[in-house]
């Protein structure tokens, strides 16, 4: 029989004594809940000096933002404490650490990052992060490459996709990112001001042909491990320190999906700014986050290439040239990404503070048609754009 409770805060203090792994567990007195994402319950255990020592985070069986009429499985705590444990291997520096799992409770114990900012908050905030977009490209580069087809033994592989095989965390992507957009449907959420932008999505269907292709393509290319959920709320950061949290969307999928959600919040921030700052502050802003998706795909793919040149396993994959031609593929699929990323986040269930905590409707919807109109050109024209530079020269285009 399951022994599946809710944790109270009560609870969540208790467990973090038992599993906290800290020297004197007697000293944890008290838990606040401050979970503020879309699915699970996160307790932050003070000790009796008020300072937060450890993160307690637990599955809830629904789904947090929507309520008990949307039923989700548990599994999806092992899926994330596995992801997280997986890419810590690989990439130490850019990822939380986790203490203890227990798949039963659903819950999990990690490393608190309480001296971090949530660089979402960072970003609308106009505060800069140097070495964020850099650190970003790394830990994608580690984590992608070491859990790809280059590196690891075909049987180990195979074992590993079926370790993570997600199908219930994959069909809320699937349906959230390439079907609701596309149709009316009850969990679409966008203004009334925005019905024509909207139904024009429905009806384009040359758009709707280069959507089944990602859709496609993330049902069925299994190239590595991916964080699955990689957007800039997902990420700590702060001085010369980044790091990934949250992977329950974690399973062996095309590499581009990380890469390209990962630059489509950056750009949703962009598209969002005019809505936050004045206007030189705002375009000095938009700089910043070009800059970022400079550094963020040039890390990647630097590093991604010296890893597949030093430590490809494989004796057809490590062939010189073989990797530079992969990386293409996964740029055009990333660039294909993003515009979905970019659309769903303004017309679908979840939105993001960027573009949603802008106070004026006007500016508001300005911004979401903006995200609209970029996110549709990145999706249809995506082949044409072979470059960082070419998508940052587009982005100047549709601004
Ligand atoms: N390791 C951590 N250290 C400090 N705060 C955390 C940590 N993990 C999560 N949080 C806090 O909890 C919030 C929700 O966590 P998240 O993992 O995004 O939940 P969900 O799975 O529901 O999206 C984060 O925005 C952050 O404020
Ligand atoms: C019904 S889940 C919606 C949405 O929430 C997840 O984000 P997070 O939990 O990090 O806030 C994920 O992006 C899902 O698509």
Redesign the pocket.
């Known amino acids: 029989m399951s022994q599946y409770r809710t944790f109270t805060a009560q609870d969540a203090v208790a467990y973090a004594q038992q599993f906290g792994g800290l020297e004197n567990p007697s000293s944890l007195v008290e838990a606040q809940e401050?979970?503020?994402?879309?699915?699970?319950l996160?307790f932050?255990i003070f000790d009796s000096e008020g300072v937060s020592r450890i993160?307690v985070?637990q599955a809830l069986p629904y789904v947090?933002c929507v309520g008990e009429s949307w039923p989700l499985t548990l599994d999806r705590a092992r899926l994330e404490a596995e992801t997280l444990v997986e890419h810590y291997q690989h990439s130490p520096q850019h990822t939380?650490k986790i203490h203890h799992f227990d798949p039963e409770l659903a819950v999990m114990v990690?490393?608190?990052?309480?001296s971090h900012k949530?660089w979402r908050g960072e970003l609308i905030g106009n505060v800069y992060y140097p070495q964020a977009a850099r650190q970003l490209g790394e830990y994608l580069a580690h984590t992608l490459f070491h859990t790809s087809d280059f590196y690891l033994h075909p049987h180990a592989k195979k074992a590993r996709v079926a370790q993570f095989i997600n199908p219930e965390m994959c069909e809320i992507t699937e349906d959230l990112f390439f079907n609701d957009p596309y149709q009316i449907h009850e969990r679409n959420n966008y203004p009334a001001a925005l019905e024509n932008d909207v139904a024009a999505l429905r009806n384009d269907d040359h758009l709707k042909i280069a959507v089944a292709s990602l859709k496609h393509r993330f049902f069925s290319q299994a190239e590595a491990l991916l964080h699955g959920d990689i957007h800039s709320?997902?990420i700590?950061v702060a001085d010369g320190s980044l790091k990934a949290?949250?992977a329950?969307f974690g399973y062996f999928g095309p590499i581009g999906f990380d890469i390209g959600t990962a630059i489509g919040n950056l750009l949703l921030n962009f598209c969002g700014l005019p809505g936050h700052l004045g206007i030189r502050d705002a375009a000095a802003g938009r700089e910043q986050r070009l800059i970022d998706i400079q550094q963020l795909w040039t890390t990647f793919a630097e590093r991604f290439q010296v890893l597949a040149a030093e430590k490809s396993r494989d004796a057809a994959l490590c062939v010189p040239g073989y990797a530079s031609e992969f990386l293409k593929k996964v740029w055009q699929d990333a660039i294909g990404f993003c515009g979905t990323e970019l659309i769903r986040r303004s017309v679908g269930l979840s939105h993001v503070a960027d573009i949603d905590t802008i106070q004026d409707d006007e500016m508001r919807h300005e911004c979401l048609r903006h995200a609209i109109t970029l996110g549709k050109a990145l999706i249809v024209i995506a082949d044409r754009i072979d470059s960082v530079d070419a998508l940052v020269a587009r982005v100047r285009q549709y601004s």
């Open positions: 401050v979970g503020d994402g879309n699915l699970n996160v932050k993160i985070k947090r939380v990690m490393e608190d990052l309480s949530i709320g997902s700590f949290i949250d329950e």
